[in-house]
């Protein structure tokens, strides 16, 4: 079985190495990083994916977090992005057989320089999408700031793929200034990204850019899991609402919210649990759900989460079919690799 990861993390030397001579959350990630040598080191990284070569096993690759634009000045930003996508390029070139493709990472702090960064990197510099978190330094991605790159994005034809950004100093109560026991990550990225897909999808992004496809990370995030309130529930937005006419928002939508999160595509990166994988396969259906493991994020260095989901899609009760569009077809179509 041809396996094609499409979420999974990785910096290039070069980008590497500028990141490790800045300051502020820069330095930080690196000394974060330092203990994960596959998300930096390419030798650690091929040897990882070694280990599944019998299942015709490879990798799209995008940077890891913080986003880019967390790290530094516009400016430097630019910088960065240029850096890291000419790197990614680079490696997709120089190891087609590992690395089919790369997801872009922008500038997007500076929103005219990002729109410049998408057009370069989804045209010359080969990327087959964007890599785009759920808020830019605290703007949400409907803000009109952010609408040109929808429109490169639509217009190249190339998707947008949802990566969440938070971090300890969203607070979890209004009493205190940080958020404690890593409740920012476990609950509250899932959580950002379904509030960055309800933003796409009431701010009307979606009826603008009707071509434009969006993948949401870790399948979806809470919204197979809330399915009802997704659907009959915001079916009823403004019923609890008084200070704003909400109910604007449904007449001015071309059709039910619950569609537009219908029309989402999502990847399998849950950690390897298989109860997760079934309830997002449930609602986005074997068409719009394409493998991913989040290498190299766990425990065992980055093998765990890639031989986890594997065996969580191999213990499913699929079709020959359903399996070869989760496990690559979905991706070759939606991403436009061989």
Not at 135 to 149: A, K, M, S, Y
Request: hydrophobic share 45%; with cysteine; proline share 7%.
């Amino acid at each position: 079985m041809r396996y094609i990861d499409v979420y999974n993390h990785f910096f290039p030397d070069a980008l590497w190495q500028r990141i490790l001579g800045l300051g502020g959350s820069a330095q930080a990630i690196g000394a974060r990083m330092k203990s994960v040598p596959c998300v930096w080191d390419l030798d650690v990284r091929l040897k990882v994916m070694d280990q599944f070569a019998h299942h015709d096993y490879t990798q799209v690759i995008s940077l890891g977090m913080p986003p880019l634009e967390a790290m530094a000045e516009p400016d430097t930003v630019v910088e960065l992005a240029r850096l890291g996508n000419d790197g990614m390029a680079e490696l997709v070139a120089r190891h087609p057989d590992r690395f089919v493709g790369y997801l872009a990472s922008l500038p997007m702090n500076a929103p005219d320089a990002a729109a410049r960064e998408a057009e370069r990197a989804l045209g010359d510099g080969g990327a087959c999408a964007l890599q785009i978190h759920s808020n830019i330094n605290g703007l949400p991605l409907d803000d009109p700031r952010f609408r040109p790159i929808f429109e490169i994005a639509e217009r190249m034809a190339k998707p947008v793929f949802l990566h969440p950004a938070r971090s300890n100093r969203f607070a979890d109560y209004a009493s205190e200034d940080r958020s404690r026991y890593e409740i920012w990550w476990t609950f509250g990225w899932p959580y950002e990204t379904s509030a960055a897909m309800v933003r796409i999808v009431c701010s009307g992004i979606m009826d603008e850019f009707p071509k434009l496809k969006f993948l949401a990370h870790h399948l979806g995030a809470m919204v197979p899991f809330f399915e009802m309130r997704v659907g009959p529930g915001m079916d009823q937005m403004g019923a609890r609402t008084s200070d704003e006419d909400l109910a604007a928002v449904l007449h001015r939508l071309k059709k039910r919210p619950f569609d537009y999160f219908k029309d989402f595509y999502a990847d399998t990166a849950v950690f390897g649990s298989r109860a997760a994988t079934v309830c997002g396969l449930e609602f986005y259906g074997p068409d719009k759900v394409l493998f991913a493991s989040d290498c190299p994020f766990d425990p065992e260095g980055g093998v765990g989460f890639i031989r986890d989901t594997i065996a969580v899609i191999e213990s499913l009760d699929l079709s020959p079919g359903d399996r070869d569009r989760i496990c690559f077809r979905n991706a070759q179509e939606l991403l436009g690799i061989g």
